[in-house]
């Protein structure tokens, strides 16, 4: 019983952690990030202790070369000189050297080549992971632009099944809207009816006709000979009096 009770527990507990992941990915990006700089950090110590051998390792082959170069000129100073015991016992010492120099030298170019190995798996690691992150950031942005694209697309119908429910309402607000330019086209039209457009005319004539005969007048009385417009207007004013 118990057993089972554990079991449901825990598939409820899963479905509410995918319930998570699948809600916030950037979250799920981030914590790949930590993750991925914990184990590069981790990586990254071991090869600086590997790091640190190599070194170790040359300083040890330079020291002994240069021990062994000082051997040798010592055991021809020595054999030189008559003192064969010597000229042995360093020769024995440099015998030994040359082969912990050997053995030393091999360790060395094992460690550089190891070293060198881890360092460009790492540099690969570092590449692939970040151009997964790419490829990952790329998918979520179009993964957004999707979802923004289907939210735009459903309020955009909503919208027109709201305009279609008001089709009634804005029947209404035409008919009005018709009804007034009726009335207001219909008083429009009378107006322009009531009024009496020949004596507006003539009114008109009449002005210009007064306005020329007193030009006529004005350029007389300053001794100034009317232009021929003036006098072919000056008569057509005079025939609105009794002819004499």
Known sequence: ??????????????????????????????????????????????LARMAGVAERLKGQVKMKATRAQELERRILANHRAGNMELAGTLARELQELKSDLGTDTAELKETEEAYDAN?????????????????????????????????????????AFRVGDLGDTMKTVEEILSKRYEVSAGKARVARDM???????????????????????????????????????????????PKE
């Open 1 to 46: 019983m118990f057993s089972r009770i554990g079991r449901l527990f825990r598939g409820f507990l899963g479905l509410f952690i995918s319930g998570l992941e699948s809600a916030n990915p950037e979250a799920l990006m981030e914590a790949a990030r930590t993750e991925f700089r914990t184990k590069m950090t981790q990586y990254n110590l071991a």
């Open 195 to 241: 009024v009496d457009m020949d004596t507006v005319v003539e009114k008109e004539n009449e002005r210009k006709a007064l306005e020329q005969v007193a030009l006529a007048e004005f350029l007389a009385s300053q001794g100034v000979q009317a232009t021929p417009a003036a006098e072919s207007q000056a008569p057509a004013a005079r025939e609105i009096g």
């Open 119 to 159: 360092l460009r798996q790492a540099k690969i690691a570092q590449r692939e992971f970040e151009d997964k992150v790419r490829r990952v950031e790329k998918q979520l942005s179009q993964v957004k632009i999707k979802e923004a694209q289907a939210e735009a697309a459903a309020a955009l119908s909503n919208v």
